[in-house]
């Protein structure tokens, strides 16, 4: 049973480009969970996802980010016009059910470099 | 609000020796408390959890750690450290019975002595 995937594992744009990060969860797993992880920090909670609706979104930034998770496919974060503050790791998690008696099994992550 | 402090954020202990990572959380309903390790480059892993039922928790890798709500209190020990423990860890808090975000502290990088 592979574990949660994500994709790229790293990934370089310039100034002003855009960022798609993507993540497959576990098999069976319908709750997407998007974490940001700066320099020398804890991760930070950025978006909560049911298959397409949004949950919880209250830790993404107002601008630029957008997060979804489409009915067929990956789970997309997406960062328009990217900046060099956006340079992080973002990891995602999945789990089968709602309610945090069940645990958040986390990807890999892809470490964005803005250049 | 909930929040973790985890105390030092970089601990070494020699090869053996007892391990000991700090973390204080406040909150104001009854939380779940986690501990997550992450090695180079790799996602995070859960090493164990309470969720209110017993105070003493074993975990994974000969981890445990012990809630004390009188000190707002969930540090991680293990008693002879192994040169594979070498990683950083994560002490996390949610809320009972909410579905989303883990809120976590900002990581303590524990360093194995030969």
């Known amino acids: 049973n592979a574990g949660v995937m994500q994709n790229p594992r790293h990934l370089v744009r310039r100034r002003g480009q855009e960022a798609r990060l993507r993540c497959s969860p576990m098999k069976g797993h319908s709750h997407v969970y998007w974490y940001r992880q700066l320099p020398e920090e804890g991760l930070k909670f950025m978006v909560y996802l049911q298959k397409e609706n949004i949950i919880d979104e209250s830790g993404m930034p107002k601008e630029r980010f957008s997060a979804e998770f489409p009915k067929e496919g990956p789970s997309i974060l997406r960062i328009q016009q990217v900046v060099r503050g956006d340079s992080a790791a973002y990891f995602c998690?999945?789990?089968?059910?709602?309610?945090?008696?069940?645990?958040?099994?986390f990807g890999p992550g892809t470490r964005l470099t803005v250049t | 609000a909930q929040s973790v402090t985890q105390l030092g954020s970089h601990v070494s202990v020699s090869e053996g020796a007892l391990v000991l990572l700090r973390c204080n959380y406040s909150s104001s309903v009854p939380p779940y408390l986690f501990w997550y390790v992450q090695y180079p480059n790799q996602g995070l892993q859960l090493l164990l959890k309470y969720t209110s039922a017993a105070t003493l928790v074993k975990g994974i890798n000969g981890f445990e750690a012990e809630f004390k709500k009188s000190e707002t209190s969930f540090h991680l020990t293990k008693p002879s450290a192994h040169m594979s423990d070498a990683a950083e860890y994560f002490c996390a808090v949610s809320i009972m019975n909410r579905d989303d975000k883990i809120i976590f502290g900002k990581g303590t990088r524990l360093h194995i002595l030969p």
């Open positions: 998690a999945s789990s089968a059910s709602a309610g945090n008696m069940d645990e958040q099994y």
